[in-house]
């Protein structure tokens, strides 16, 4: 292979047809930002549409739920409309409400239906640990004890998933399958679809977190026949902090009660005869609970546009490449280091970040930023890059890398405690 230099990254940037889009974020000209995979940056037009819901408030008070610009009451279902495209659905399959963790909560009281010897519930031993409590207060909830009805699928490396290993421990007692779509820690991606198959062959309900995969990369989830998913959207989706969450149900279990109602669960033109008896929405909407927390969810109508423009197509795209240049750069500059990779480096089996592991990764993250790089930091020794499609560039990548060479060549690392913050 050529030797990589900075001219070969800015020739890449000068040919990148999304190189414009950096503009719409607000990034600091001293600052490479690799942590958009837990919270990506502010577009302005996040803060647009932001500023609008509550300038709809300053104007019309409560006639904002129907007066204003951008409707509150219809929000939710807007959102759904414009993030449909993204994970494969039909507008009506798809509605943005809660977080992650509750939807999980709700999808779950929906669907999970133990009964005679179909009782189990399978997962992963990677999984983000929100999600695999969920799975166990749930059990609990059904009196069935976690240590017996929760199957954890293990990773032989440690790092990855074998599909196979996956597809082994399918049986007729697992009433449910619940899987991230990327790994948070390593970045692999599933095959999605092949699981959802194999699954479906043992009668099997079957569930994805795509918190590590939605901006990131297209999916489609209505033609894989995928049961249901969750996400975030403060990481990929610049959202913003605490930004509303997100939920997907295949079409052909529309219409029923959602596991845990609330007025939010409504029929439209229902809602306000309040009736002691809910008439649900026909569509994801009814498994909305409570109402909806406009001003988290209103970044996310400016945000999604740029996603819109851009094409989900050509994100994923540019993302393989940034993270190839990445790893091409590790291979090139730290191999007398003690890094490894530990990501898949095929292109359909990695995600949207490159995961290196290091005895000393802690102190490693604090001396990237001592000198201007956001990474992100998994105990014990993962350093998560995540150079983002829209607003990294490769010369970012570039300087990054050569960044983290310095911090190695010169020992910066060794200032700083190998412990990790409050918050890593
Ligand atoms: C980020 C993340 C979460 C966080 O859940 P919230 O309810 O949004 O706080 C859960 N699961 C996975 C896999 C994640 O990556």
Redesign the pocket.
């Known amino acids: 292979m050529d030797t990589i230099t900075r001219d070969t990254a800015v020739k890449w940037d000068q040919n990148d047809p999304l190189r414009a889009f950096k503009d719409e974020f607000y990034t600091k000209p001293s600052q490479y930002y690799m942590d958009g995979n837990s919270l990506g940056l502010l577009s302005k037009r996040a803060e647009s549409t932001l500023l609008q819901s509550l300038a709809d408030w300053k104007e019309h008070g409560i006639e904002g739920w129907t007066e204003g610009k951008q409707p509150w009451f219809y929000m939710s279902e807007k959102l759904g409309e414009m993030t449909a495209p993204l994970v494969g659905a039909s507008p009506h399959e798809v509605i943005n409400t809660g977080?992650?963790?509750?939807n999980?909560h709700q999808l779950l009281s929906t669907f999970f239906k133990p009964e005679g010897n179909r009782t189990k519930i399978l997962a992963d031993a990677l999984?983000?640990p929100?999600?695999i409590y969920a799975l166990k207060s749930q059990l609990e909830l059904h009196n069935l004890s976690p240590e017996e009805h929760l199957i954890q699928v293990e990773s032989k490396d440690g790092t990855t998933l074998a599909e196979d290993d996956i597809i082994n421990a399918l049986h007729s007692e697992v009433a449910l399958l619940l899987l991230?779509s990327v790994l948070?820690r390593s970045g692999q991606l599933l095959d999605i679809e092949r699981i959802t198959k194999a699954a479906h062959e043992h009668g099997i309900i079957v569930g994805f977190?795509l918190?590590?995969s939605i901006g990131a990369l297209p999916h489609h989830l209505h033609d894989w026949g995928v049961d249901f998913a969750v996400w975030?959207t403060?990481?990929y989706l610049n959202s913003g902090p605490g930004g509303v969450?997100g939920l997907y149900v295949h079409e052909k279990h529309l219409g029923q009660s959602p596991g845990l109602a609330g007025w939010f669960s409504s029929k439209k033109e229902k809602q306000f005869d309040m009736d002691h008896t809910l008439t649900p929405a026909e569509t994801a909407s009814a498994f909305q609970i409570g109402t909806p927390h406009i001003l988290s969810s209103a970044p996310l109508l400016g945000s999604l546009e740029i996603f819109h423009e851009a094409g989900i197509e050509n994100v994923r795209k540019k993302s393989l490449e940034l993270t190839q240049l990445l790893m091409d750069l590790v291979h090139q500059e730290l191999k007398s280091f003690d890094f490894q990779l530990t990501n898949p480096l095929e292109d359909d089996r990695r995600g949207g970040h490159v995961s290196l592991t290091h005895p000393e990764a802690a102190s490693i993250c604090k001396a990237l930023k001592a000198d201007g790089v956001i990474p992100d930091f998994r105990a014990p020794n993962v350093i998560r890059l995540a150079p983002i499609a829209l607003y990294n560039s490769f010369t970012d990548v570039y300087d990054v890398m050569q960044i983290l060479k310095s911090i190695m060549v010169e020992e910066k690392y060794k200032q700083y405690k190998n412990e990790r913050g409050i918050i890593a």
């Open positions: 977080s992650i963790t509750t999980l999984n983000f929100s999600d991230p948070y977190d918190a590590h975030c403060y990481k969450g």
